[in-house]
């Protein structure tokens, strides 16, 4: 069975540009989550999707937004990026609605200039 | 507020000997812990969990110790070899979100 898959795998933007990360989870898994790592903060929580519906929202500002669509595929988009979104996103995916397991991506690396 | 606290930035130990992997949390509605291991360039890799109703559970080398009365959990690797050398991440599942502590680095020497 494939493992979770993102791309692009590095990316650099300038500032007040827009980003969009793409995450395919493991077959079969309908809930998604993704992170933000940053050196010294682990891993951010920003928001998980389940059944093409957001379930649960991290402290993040609006310019992080997400969406999920029928076939579990996620994408998550930053607008107007800031120098301090420099960061690893990572994406997760687990089989169903209580999250025992968490199967991580490789994530991308974000580079804002 | 950091619900979930790993205080050991980095932790070094002999091959063969013993790594234990501290974990401290606030929020008594935790109901399920687990441990990722992280290599660079990679995504984490779920290693071990245990259920807030148990206080112990072992796979292989990987122990992990429960005391809800403390709020603490602890990862034991017996014997520590050098490819365990990773970022380890504690993490603590409260409704449908895991909160993850900031990660210990684990060194061990040959």
């Known amino acids: 069975k494939a493992g979770v898959t993102q791309t692009p795998r590095y990316l650099i933007k300038t500032r007040g540009q827009q980003v969009t990360l793409s995450c395919s989870p493991i077959s079969g898994h309908r809930s998604v989550s993704w992170y933000q790592q940053t050196p010294g903060q682990g891993l951010q929580f920003l928001f998980e999707y389940f059944s093409e519906t957001q379930r649960n929202k991290g402290n993040f500002p609006g310019r992080f937004s997400g969406r999920q669509f029928s076939n579990s595929r996620s994408e998550m988009n930053v607008s107007t990026l800031e120098l301090g979104d420099s960061a690893l996103y990572l994406c997760a995916s687990s089989l169903g609605q209580l999250l025992y397991e968490q199967y991580f991506g490789p994530g991308t690396r974000l580079t804002v200039t | 507020d950091q619900q979930v606290k790993q205080n050991s930035p980095s932790l070094s130990v002999q091959e063969g000997r013993i790594s234990i992997l501290n974990c401290d949390y606030t929020?008594?509605?935790?109901?399920?812990f687990l441990w990722y291991k992280k290599y660079p360039a990679e995504g984490p890799t779920f290693l071990i969990s245990?259920?807030?109703?148990?206080d112990k559970n072992e796979d292989g080398r990987f122990t992990v110790f429960l005391n809800k009365s403390a709020k603490h959990l602890s990862l034991h690797i017996v014997p520590s070899q050098p490819g365990d050398s990773a970022v380890y991440f504690c993490a603590a599942r409260g409704g449908s979100r895991l909160t993850f502590g900031e990660g210990t680095q684990l060194t061990v020497n040959p």
């Open positions: 245990i259920s807030s109703i148990k």
């Open positions: 929020n008594s509605m935790f109901d399920y």
